[in-house]
């Protein structure tokens, strides 16, 4: 069986008496898009500083690529390459001299080295701009240089904070191309995105954690379908209110009911014998005026695990 790329057991990181990682454990396959979710304050910062080897845990074990993280830190750092939200490239300097200095500070053989360049930045397609200042480029162009930057040595495993942060839309579904080709080529990547949509549409699997734990580990599709099979969207007259809510969570198969604007949202489960018979309690109790289904989405299943209250 091969070895994952990243392995957390029971890891802990405390500063004081505040526990920021709280015995996490889970682990990333080899050349899988793993994606690491949760709100503010969650612990996704923390656990990307010990996976680096930035921070050391107060307790548990990380090994990454086979090699424990306590033991060799220097090794795991050079494995990694990382795509940061900030894209910290030099401004001043064109797109092949900040490449050319991260080359020398990763010891990338010169042997070569402009030929690399040269795949890359067409790879990304800013070999046109390759004697460009930085600071000539658009939002989209900064961010396909910096994870051009982090590939250059050739890392096995890729980290990303926020991929598209800040990025117009063209640039972003470049970008996830960018990341799927990547993929393809065995390189496991690791993300942490505040974007469930680009969560959704990379991620093989997703880890959300929340207040240092992790609560909920699986594939998109499935982390969605947990939630429930169906979502109605009902609009009745007159407009929901509390005794509604209450009688309909209170119906078979009924996962969670809510009024909100002026409407009543119901999540199911269970197929579609269940909402049928949802939708006729319904109409018995109200007039409805309109109705939609669809399947829950993965912003639902992340704010039904974690809370809806807004953290610094």
């Known amino acids: 069986m091969t070895e994952p790329a990243i392995e957390l057991t029971g890891l802990t990181k405390r500063f004081g008496s505040f526990t920021a990682v709280d015995g996490l454990s889970l682990s990333v396959e080899r050349g899988e898009i793993f994606g690491l979710l949760g709100p503010n304050g969650s612990g996704k910062t923390t656990t990307i500083d010990m996976i680096s080897g930035l921070s050391r845990p107060t307790s548990g074990s990380i090994t990454v690529l086979g090699t424990d993280v306590l033991t060799d830190p220097r090794k795991i750092r050079r494995s990694l390459g990382t795509v940061p939200q900030e894209n910290a490239l030099y401004e001043e300097l064109t797109a092949e001299a900040n490449l050319k200095f991260h080359a020398d500070l990763f010891e990338v053989p010169r042997k070569g080295l402009d030929q690399k360049i040269t795949a890359l930045l067409e790879l990304a397609q800013l070999q046109e701009r390759r004697k460009s200042r930085v600071s000539t480029f658009s939002g989209g162009m900064k961010r396909r240089l910096a994870?051009?930057?982090?590939?250059?040595?050739?890392?096995?495993?890729?980290?990303?904070?926020?991929?598209?942060?800040?990025?117009?839309?063209?640039?972003?579904?470049?970008?996830?191309?960018?990341?799927?080709?990547?993929?393809?080529?065995?390189?496991?990547?690791?993300?942490?995105?505040?974007?469930?949509?680009?969560?959704?549409?990379?991620?093989?699997?997703?880890?959300?954690?929340?207040?240092?734990?992790?609560?909920?580990?699986?594939?998109?599709?499935?982390?969605?379908?947990?939630?429930?099979?169906?979502?109605?969207e009902m609009r009745t007259h007159p407009t929901p209110g509390e005794d509604i809510v209450r009688r309909v969570t209170a119906l078979p198969g009924v996962v969670s009911a809510i009024a909100s604007d002026g409407s009543l949202k119901v999540t199911v489960e269970g197929g579609a014998d269940v909402t049928g018979k949802v939708v006729t309690e319904v109409v018995g109790w109200t007039s409805l005026q309109e109705i939609q289904s669809r399947e829950p989405s993965l912003d639902e299943v992340f704010l039904s695990l974690t809370g809806k209250e807004l953290r610094e």
């Open 147 to 232: 994870l051009v930057r982090a590939m250059l040595h050739e890392p096995e495993l890729l980290y990303f904070d926020e991929p598209t942060l800040g990025v117009d839309v063209q640039s972003r579904h470049d970008l996830w191309d960018r990341i799927l080709e990547l993929k393809a080529r065995g390189t496991t990547v690791l993300i942490t995105s505040n974007y469930l949509e680009e969560a959704n549409a990379l991620c093989d699997r997703l880890a959300i954690i929340d207040r240092g734990r992790l609560v909920a580990l699986d594939s998109p599709s499935r982390l969605r379908h947990s939630f429930g099979d169906t979502v109605l």
